[in-house]
């Protein structure tokens, strides 16, 4: 497949403007705002995009829901808080190739009707930051934004707002919050952003990757867009691989693309000629996946079948020498940790989480801690406010379905030999 | 759209409702006698819907829902007993109960503890974790009069949503995240509402506790009776909890026509009338020179004989009685009863230091219509010299609601700074004592009047213009249902009330205006009489002397006997100033002081809580309020003293 969302990516210097217009950005803008926005909209319901943030929602359903909505005042978010741990494929985008994301942006705001959009950028991106500015301002300078585009009366402001560094602020109406300078943590819904979201005003909020598909939809035509990847969710995927490969990176692949050949044609396959015991499909909140899954397909619907979710696309690959108590250690830290506290089950349920690994990592464990462990998940399950409860239990709840033998050893006193190591894990 | 079709029916646990479309889960539930275990949820905040507490299940959902924050949708089939709603229950207690110390048997709030009764109900039998629970320092102060225990807490955000919601005041906040989170008083701030007590009878569990209560006393010893809060002008509905003949604490008794459900912290603290001092147990009667402790007979005896004579040496002219804004409606009248028919003198009134005639001439006009839930449907709302966030907070926090929900546009306009100037459209000053010319002008501009330079130079030097109260005008946008609150100290003289007349007038049949009254029964004193010039229920009659008269007066020995109700509500200087020409004074008072002292009778009180009364608040709501505690020693009501005096008088 010939690179879309990183043809520029190799390309020295496309963050500047001149250099990545010379590569076909922002070709698209005058041909989009040629097209009326309820056709634009269409035209993305027909290509079949799914948000590439997770949740895999159908873009232009969602554009819709916010175009019908009527009033003056509506907003563009892009999502870049990529806060999945294991996920940094928006990241090559942000820094390699600003402009795309901008292009499409622009492309979006006219769609849906927005005059004000906002990149939530990660904080612990800084040096994205700097090139987003850059390219922001080079964008207005040459038209691409402002009031006026293009001279085509189309008007898109744009501008970086730099997230506080939590997790949850990638969740978009924690996100929303945290623009609105408020403590990041989610709202209730309904109202869906769509109607009201930032300032209560109707509101799209995108993943980067999401966005940076928008230009090549007008370019091809949903048709032709819709051919590539697979018919469920159409378009180029792309996948940030890392732990034990022998080159990890990011991907760009036709969605569905498997797992194995993610893995070992492109990943380079397990490191140190070693076996690969699990692999997280989506990022840390999906349900691991053992070897005997690596032919299922990187994509929405076959990850869910496969009990699993493609989520941020964040490959995570464990060789046969990791211990899943270790890891889902490790990953439940890092929930306990980025909770925002606002609803009991996750607050506290987390918390209990943590403390029972803790204290098997630290020699203690109990034959009945496993089910314990299940029974905390359990009490999360289908209560929490808003999904990160739900997505901190899963690696819990996957690696006990699929590694229980590793927590056997572990609570019931027979030991593996790798004791000391284990109690620094969580101290 | 008709009303007919915004109603949706549902089933909920077999039972069918029909409710209004939009209608919460709980609520609809609720109509129908179906109760859902909450925290976070309550009902004058808006929804958080974070603890979870009130999951249940929808026929075909693939998850429960929170029942507080989930729309009933038409048709649905709602469980909230399933093995499923009470397995979510018993998780959520256990996970909110894993890190709560569990210190019931200390905690102040044992007993009426939401935590403690939805764990009786719903909790698992025991826990199951063994891990070390998270510890805090406790407790913190929040302010001089708010402790928080922070283990306790379960984050509900109640305290904070209403400082957030409520008192618009944003005291508090949530520190840190996660399991971590904690309430605290917002960076840079402090947490110095007038409100803030509201924040520990919202708090579901002991984690916010008052200073004036912690470890006094646990809920199931107190006897609970209703009262009417007697500490402004407002007359918040309240519940007084006692202890072996202690007031040990108020709390809130939601009377939507007042207070909403919230008081301020003066009334809610207030009810300590000691300030440390002993109170007054027996009548006193000056001899030789000094006050002796004599018998209710003797005391009575003497005061009948000592009226008597003054009366009939230097006639009825020469006596006067003072009743009290801060009396009951009961006292006020009997005070102008022995006045005016058993003495036969004109000179009442109630107050030492202000002529009560104006504002009762304002009641006998019309004036003083307004009722709190006028504000709820105010088109907007003016006001003129008023300050109610500190003179008649509950009022205040209406104020905000109308402003906060609907919007509702204020102009307000004073001579002081004033938290309400925040809240509104315009916000003009003008200088005090420029009253007269500033609601000339006010009339004028409302009627479109171009006639106003007489007053026009008064106003410039105030720092007020015709162009800036247009602008007012405009911004706020005058309509059929404007309420005008007025200060009721302004008036002071019956040009001003007239003034007030016409301008409420000018703005049309709809408009309501309100007196600010910032006494308990400043209302009620008024139509029971004890004003000069008019008899209860406004009826006018002979003018005698205002109480500022009578003080000048007595000074100058020309009253001789002056009766004092209420001698606390009084101004001692002013008690001073009538002791030193009157013969005769006469006084009730809770504690001997200065002034009490000077009298030549002191008859022992009984305070507010310790007898039958009417007060009529601010919005002429008329409630009565019932003794909760006995008068100390030989103390009595006041108005069985009186009604004594005038029987024996007629003998
Ligand atoms: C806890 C949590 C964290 C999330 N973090 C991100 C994130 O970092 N980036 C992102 O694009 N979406 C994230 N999401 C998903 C967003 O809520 C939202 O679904 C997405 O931004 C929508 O964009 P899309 O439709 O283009 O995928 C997160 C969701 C949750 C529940
Ligand atoms: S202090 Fe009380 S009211 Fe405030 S969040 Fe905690 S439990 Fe809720
Ligand atoms: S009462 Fe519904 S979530 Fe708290």
């Given at each position: 497949?010939?690179?879309m969302?990183?043809k520029?990516?190799?390309v020295?210097?496309a963050?500047?403007?001149t250099v990545a ?8 803008v ?7 926005p309820?056709d634009l909209?269409?035209?993305v319901k027909?290509?079949?995009l799914?948000g590439?943030g ?6 232009g ?7 019908r909505v009527?009033g ?11 806060g999945?741990?294991g ?7 942000l820094?390699?190739?600003p402009?795309?994301?901008i ?7 006219h769609a849906?009707?927005a005059?004000?959009g906002?990149i939530y950028l ?10 987003l500015e850059k390219a ?5 300078a ?7 585009i293009l ?7 744009l501008?970086?707002h ?5 997790y949850i602020?990638?969740e978009e109406?924690?996100l929303i919050?945290?623009?609105e ?7 209730s819904?309904p109202?869906?952003?769509a ?6 005003k109707?509101?799209v909020?995108?993943?980067?990757e999401?966005?940076?598909n ?14 590539i990847?697979e018919?469920s969710?159409?378009?180029p995927?792309?996948?940030a ?6 080159n ?5 692949l036709?969605?569905?693309t498997?797992?194995r050949e ?7 396959g397990?490191?140190?000629g070693k076996?690969?015991k ?5 990022g840390a909140?999906t349900p691991?996946l053992?070897a005997?899954h690596l032919?299922?397909?990187?994509d929405?619907?076959s990850l869910?079948?496969?009990?699993s ?7 995570i690959v ?11 250690a490790?990953l ?10 606002k609803?009991?089950?996750c ?5 209990w989480l ?5 204290r098997?990592l630290s ?17 999360i399950?289908?209560?929490c ?5 739900e997505?901190?239990i ?16 572990c ?6 030999g790798?004791?000391?190591?284990c109690?620094?894990v969580?101290? | ?8 029916t549902?089933v ?17 539930a609720?109509s129908i ?5 909450v925290?976070c949820y ?6 958080s ?12 959902g693939?998850?429960?829902?929170t029942?507080c924050s989930?729309?009933?949708?038409a048709?649905?089939v709602?469980?909230?007993n399933?093995?499923?709603v009470?397995?979510a229950?018993r998780?959520?207690m ?5 890190n709560?110390?569990?210190d ?14 939805h764990?009786y ?5 025991a ?10 320092r406790?407790?913190?102060?929040l302010s001089d009069?708010?402790?928080l ?6 984050l509900?955000?109640?305290c904070v949503?209403?400082?957030d ?10 520190l840190?995240?996660?399991?971590n989170?904690?309430?605290?008083v917002?960076?840079d701030?402090?947490?110095d ?10 708090c ?12 006094k ?18 007359g918040?509905?309240?519940?007084i909890?006692?202890?072996?003949g ?8 939601e009377?939507?026509a007042?207070?909403d459900?919230w008081?301020?912290?003066r009334g809610r603290y ?7 001092s002993?109170?007054?147990t ?9 006050l002796?402790?004599v018998s209710w ?7 009948v004989e000592?009226l008597?004579?003054a ?8 006596v006067g009685?003072i ?10 009248d009997?005070l102008?009863?022995l ?5 036969e003198?004109h ?10 005639r104006?504002a009762?001439l304002a009641?006998a006009?019309?004036l ?6 006028d504000?709820?449907r105010a088109?907007?709302?003016?006001m ?12 205040d ?8 929900t ?9 001579s002081t700074?004033?938290?309400m100037a ?10 005090a004592g420029?009253?007269?010319s500033?609601l ?9 009047e ?9 106003l410039?030097?105030?720092?007020l213009s ?5 602008r007012g005008?405009e911004?706020?946008?005058l309509g ?6 007025v200060n ?5 003289d019956d040009v ?8 409420v007038a000018?703005?049309?049949a ?6 600010l ?7 009620g ?8 010039g008019?008899?209860p ?10 109480g ?10 020309t009253l001789k006997?002056?009766?004092i ?5 009084h101004?001692?200087a ?6 030193r ?10 504690f ?13 009180a009984?305070?507010v ?14 409630q009565?309020?019932?003794?909760v505690?006995?008068?100390?020693g030989e103390?009595?009501p006041?108005?069985t003293?009186?009604?004594e005096i005038m ?5």
């Amino acid at each position: 497949m010939e690179k879309m969302l990183f043809k520029r990516i190799d390309v020295p210097n496309a963050a500047d403007i001149t250099v990545a217009e010379k590569h076909g950005a922002y070709s698209q803008v005058g041909k989009a705002f040629g097209i009326k926005p309820e056709d634009l909209v269409n035209e993305v319901k027909r290509s079949g995009l799914r948000g590439r943030g997770g949740a895999g929602f159908p873009a232009g359903l969602k554009w819709e829901l916010c175009a019908r909505v009527p009033g003056d005042v509506k907003y563009l978010l892009c999502n870049a808080d990529e806060g999945e741990p294991g996920t940094f494929k928006d990241r090559f985008i942000l820094e390699q190739d600003p402009h795309l994301l901008i292009e499409g942006m622009i492309i979006a705001g006219h769609a849906i009707g927005a005059q004000q959009g906002y990149i939530y950028l990660r904080a612990e991106y800084p040096k994205a930051a700097g090139i987003l500015e850059k390219a922001i301002e080079q964008a207005y300078a040459k038209g691409f934004l402002g009031k006026n585009i293009l001279g085509k009366g189309v008007k898109f402001d744009l501008s970086v707002h730099g997230g506080a560094g939590a997790y949850i602020c990638g969740e978009e109406t924690a996100l929303i919050e945290s623009l609105e300078g408020k403590r990041g943590q989610p709202r209730s819904r309904p109202p869906f952003p769509a109607s009201s979201g930032a300032w209560r005003k109707p509101t799209v909020i995108n993943n980067v990757e999401t966005l940076a598909n928008i230009p090549f939809i007008v370019a091809l035509g949903a048709e032709t867009y819709a051919k590539i990847g697979e018919e469920s969710a159409p378009g180029p995927k792309l996948f940030a691989v890392s732990g034990a490969v022998n080159n990890p990176g990011g991907f760009e692949l036709p969605m569905g693309t498997t797992l194995r050949e993610i893995i070992y044609t492109h990943a380079g396959g397990i490191k140190d000629g070693k076996q690969l015991k699990a692999v997280i499909p989506g990022g840390a909140s999906t349900p691991m996946l053992t070897a005997d899954h690596l032919d299922v397909k990187a994509d929405f619907n076959s990850l869910m079948a496969a009990g699993s979710m493609l989520g941020s696309g964040a490959v995570i690959v464990m060789d046969d020498t990791a211990c899943m108590v270790n890891v889902t250690a490790v990953l439940i830290r890092f929930f306990e940790h980025e909770s925002c506290g606002k609803c009991t089950p996750c607050r506290e349920g987390t918390g209990w989480l943590y403390k029972v690994y803790r204290r098997i990592l630290s020699g203690e464990g109990k034959p009945d801690d496993v089910d314990l462990l299940l029974s905390i998940c359990e009490s999360i399950r289908g209560k929490c406010f808003c999904p990160l409860g739900e997505g901190a239990i899963q690696p819990v709840l996957s690696s006990i379905a699929h590694f229980r033998s590793d927590y056997e050893q572990c609570v019931n006193g027979r030991g593996c030999g790798r004791e000391e190591q284990c109690r620094k894990v969580l101290h | 759209m008709t009303e007919q079709s915004k109603l949706i029916t549902a089933v909920i646990d077999g039972k069918q409702v029909t409710v209004a479309a939009g209608t919460m889960i709980l609520k609809a539930a609720e109509s129908i006698g179906i109760t859902i275990p909450v925290f976070c949820y309550h009902p004058r905040l808006t929804i958080s819907g974070s603890c979870r507490m009130c999951l249940v299940e929808i026929e075909g959902g693939s998850k429960p829902v929170t029942a507080c924050s989930t729309e009933l949708a038409a048709g649905v089939v709602v469980y909230t007993n399933t093995p499923t709603v009470l397995e979510a229950r018993r998780e959520i207690m256990e996970n909110l109960l894993i890190n709560h110390p569990l210190d019931c048997p200390v905690c102040d709030k044992g007993g009426e503890c939401l935590l403690q009764d939805h764990a009786y109900d719903w909790g698992p039998g025991a826990s199951r974790f063994t891990e070390r629970k998270r510890l805090f320092r406790k407790p913190i102060p929040l302010s001089d009069r708010i402790l928080l225990d922070r283990e306790r807490c379960i984050l509900c955000t109640r305290c904070v949503r209403f400082c957030d919601e409520i008192s618009d005041h944003r005291e508090l906040a949530i520190l840190e995240m996660g399991g971590n989170s904690e309430i605290a008083v917002a960076p840079d701030r402090a947490f110095d509402s007038q409100f803030s007590g509201n924040t520990v009878e919202l708090c579901p569990v002991g984690a916010l506790t008052s200073t004036s209560f912690r470890f006094k006393a646990r809920p199931w010893e107190m006897a609970r009776l209703p009262g009417i809060c007697p500490f402004c002008g407002c007359g918040c509905s309240i519940d007084i909890h006692t202890r072996s003949g202690n007031i040990m604490r108020f709390m809130a008794r939601e009377n939507p026509a007042v207070d909403d459900g919230w008081l301020c912290d003066r009334g809610r603290y207030g009810f300590d009338l000691s300030g440390g001092s002993e109170r007054l147990t027996k009548p006193l009667v000056r001899k030789q020179g000094r006050l002796v402790a004599v018998s209710w007979k003797e005391a009575i005896a003497t005061a009948v004989e000592k009226l008597r004579r003054a009366v009939s040496q230097y006639g009825p002219g020469a006596v006067g009685g003072i009743g009290s804004a801060w009396s009951s409606s009961e006292e006020n009248d009997l005070l102008q009863r022995l006045i005016r028919e058993s003495l036969e003198s004109h000179n009442v009134d109630c107050s030492l230091t202000d002529d009560g005639r104006p504002a009762a001439l304002a009641l006998a006009e019309g004036l003083g219509t307004f009722t709190f839930n006028d504000i709820d449907r105010a088109d907007s709302i003016l006001m003129i010299g008023a300050d109610p966030s500190r003179y008649q907070p509950i009022l205040d926090l209406r104020l905000k609601k109308a402003v906060i929900t609907r919007r509702t546009p204020i102009f307000t306009l004073a001579s002081t700074d004033g938290e309400m100037a925040r809240y509104a459209r315009e916000s003009l000053r003008y200088r005090a004592g420029s009253e007269e010319s500033l609601l000339r002008l006010l009339t004028a501009a409302v009627k479109k009047e171009k006639r106003y330079d007489s007053f026009e130079s008064d106003l410039r030097a105030g720092g007020l213009s015709r162009e800036a109260i247009d602008r007012g005008l405009e911004r706020a946008g005058l309509g059929p249902r404007t309420v005008v609150l007025v200060n009721a100290s302004l008036l002071t003289d019956d040009v001003r009330v007239y003034l007030v007349k016409e301008l409420v007038a000018a703005m049309g049949a709809g408009a309501s205006t309100g007196l600010l009254f910032d006494s308990a029964n400043g209302f009620g004193a008024r139509t029971a009489g004890a004003v000069p010039g008019y008899l209860p229920g406004l009826r006018p009659i002979d003018r005698g002397m205002s109480g500022p008269e009578m003080v000048v007066a007595a000074e100058r020995s020309t009253l001789k006997a002056l009766y004092i109700l209420n001698r606390e509500h009084h101004d001692s200087a002013a008690v001073a100033r009538a002791r030193r020409g009157a013969e005769l004074l006469i006084c009730h008072a809770l504690f001997l002081d200065e002034a009490s002292g000077s009298g030549d009778i002191v008859f022992p009180a009984a305070s507010v809580f310790e007898k039958q009364g009417t007060f009529t608040n601010t919005a002429g709501l008329a409630q009565s309020t019932a003794p909760v505690l006995n008068p100390p020693g030989e103390a009595r009501p006041e108005s069985t003293v009186i009604e004594e005096i005038m029987e024996r008088l007629k003998q």
